[in-house]
């Protein structure tokens, strides 16, 4: 019974990890599915979304307010590197694109190292008792991060599916060739997907920044997760990358008692690996033909 109730609470403990993981598949697959490159600044995007919401947060201590400015400085970041850089270089090979985006990554990451340094930082919140279920317990801030993740997967999905602007969106990611040729303005169409993938990143980097330390690495080492799950669920598939996302964080924290929580990381490694070699459109992708 006990040992039930371990890989339980290692189950609950792995939705709340695979649903971070899915805010920032989300991220990867909306630049891969519309810029069509996989995007290597996602996580320190988040990272610097962390950053702005201690900063923030540590001036008002309201984490609303935290929130809302991780998501306005990674939404500007992500804004001004695409003006700045990517704008500049459309039309160029995929492997330029990847090139500046870890450029980017390194630069964001740099940034944040001169003027914060490398110590840990952590979020000053009130220790709260755990919830119990039995023999299930579950914090409470959890909860609510789950809640504000699920939240925003739903907002994201509401402008691709519900606004002319992610119909736009939808149009370009399909051709945007036709979609330039029947009137939609890309330049917008782009403008808003950076800006919704700041947004994104922004809120992704808040919830990691309160369930661990916040330090310049931060964002980079949860690369790697995001990268798999948008792989294993479809590379383009917004709702695949969510699935996938959630999959991979249980799955995680189900092989910690094996491998121990350092190497776990390297599961989701072997998962995009396999994936690759199997089945490299993903679960719930569809083989496409590159010109």
């Not at 952590?122 to 579950?138: M, N």
């Not at 690759?276 to 496409?288: K, N, S, Y």
């Amino acid at each position: 019974m006990e040992e039930l109730a371990f890989y339980l609470n290692l189950v609950v403990a792995g939705v709340v990890e695979g649903i971070t993981i899915a805010l920032a598949a989300v991220a990867v697959t909306l630049v891969f599915g519309i810029a069509r490159f996989p995007n290597a600044a996602t996580g320190d995007y988040m990272t610097l979304g962390a950053y702005a919401g201690i900063g923030v947060h540590g001036v008002t201590g309201s984490l609303v307010l935290a929130g809302l400015g991780a998501v306005a400085a990674t939404g500007a970041a992500a804004v001004a590197f695409y003006l700045l850089v990517f704008r500049k270089l459309a039309g160029r090979s995929v492997v330029a694109m990847l090139v500046a985006s870890i450029g980017i990554a390194f630069v964001v990451r740099s940034t944040l190292s001169f003027f914060f340094g490398h110590e840990q930082q952590v979020f000053q919140v009130p220790i709260e008792r755990a919830l119990s279920f039995g023999e299930v317990r579950i914090n409470p801030i959890d909860i609510r991060l789950a809640a504000l993740a699920l939240v925003t997967l739903a907002a994201v999905f509401a402008i691709l599916h519900l606004t002319p602007i992610g119909r736009r969106m939808r149009a370009v990611a399909d051709n945007r060739d036709l979609a330039r040729v029947s009137g939609i303005n890309t330049g917008r169409v782009m403008m808003a997907l950076w800006l919704l993938t700041g947004a994104v990143c922004g809120i992704a980097g808040i919830i990691l920044g309160l369930k661990t330390v916040v330090a310049p690495e931060l964002g980079w080492e949860l690369l790697l997760p995001c990268f798999a799950a948008a792989i294993l669920g479809g590379v383009g598939n917004p709702l695949g990358a969510v699935i996938a996302g959630i999959v991979l964080g249980v799955a995680q924290e189900l092989s910690t008692p094996l491998v121990g929580f350092t190497y776990k990381l390297a599961l989701a490694f072997f998962v995009m690996l396999l994936i690759l070699l199997v089945r490299p459109q993903g679960l719930f992708g569809r083989l496409e033909a590159v010109r």
